[in-house]
T-cell receptor, first 114, second 114 residues
């Protein structure tokens, strides 16, 4: 099973709301990633978790707060977002965070901030 | 700083025709190189990757890519395209020290003419 699942598929939120995105994998991977993809643009790395610890934060604003409760689950907590944060948020996982392993991507959550 | 360039924004080819998508990278040493495909509203799927060794890399769905160090290129090819190949294609690069930190090119949208 090489599946990464993400919920919800779509999310609409106001600028004062607090919401969370969820990502799950059951492949035993020890690295998990959050990417942001604006329309007609490539994905941009936001965060990397390695063995459940945050290893890379690409200078992401604090209104995005990642959390890795266990090795299978990755959350992205959202608070006080701006309309320009509307995008497709992609989660990925790989076997070994520092090695040459393939990143497997989920289908993404399409977020709209009103 | 490393970067990757895909000079073609949009390419249209006839079904059954051959395909070549261009990718050039800028990096001090030989990086890790990838080609990903993204269908509309979907996550990314790895087509193939190059780390070292044979410069001609075979991937899934009949795709191949050739690493040419002298030209800093990693072009994607397929001898005969199918209508289902219509999608967005991303070339990507990661530093030799860590395949976690992938940087994507701007993408090439492939359309298939019946």
């Amino acid at each position: 099973d090489t599946e990464v699942t993400q919920t919800p598929k779509h999310l609409v939120m106001g600028m004062t709301n607090k919401k969370s995105l969820k990502c799950e994998q059951h492949m035993g991977h020890r690295a998990m990633y959050w990417y942001k993809q604006k329309a007609k643009k490539p994905p941009e790395l936001m965060f990397v978790y390695s063995y459940e610890k945050l290893s890379i934060n690409e200078s992401v604003p604090s209104r995005f707060s990642p959390e890795c409760p266990n090795s299978s689950l990755l959350n992205l907590h959202l608070h006080a977002l701006q309309p320009e944060d509307s995008a497709l948020y992609l989660c990925a996982s790989s076997q070994d965070p520092g090695g040459t392993d393939t990143q497997y991507f989920g289908p993404g959550t399409r977020l709209t901030v009103l | 700083a490393q970067s990757v360039t895909q000079p073609d924004i949009h390419i249209t080819v006839s079904e059954g025709a051959s395909l070549e998508l261009r990718c050039n990278y800028s990096y001090g040493a030989t990086p890790y190189l990838f080609w990903y495909v993204q269908s509309p509203g979907q996550g990314l799927q790895l087509l193939l990757k190059y780390f070292s060794g044979d410069t001609l890399v075979q991937g899934i769905k009949g795709f191949e890519a050739e690493f040419k160090r002298s030209q800093s290129s990693f072009n994607l090819r397929k001898p005969s395209v199918h209508w289902s190949d219509a999608a967005e294609y991303f070339c990507a690069v990661a530093p030799y020290s860590s395949a976690s930190k992938i940087i994507f090119g701007s993408g090439t949208r492939l359309s298939i003419r019946p």
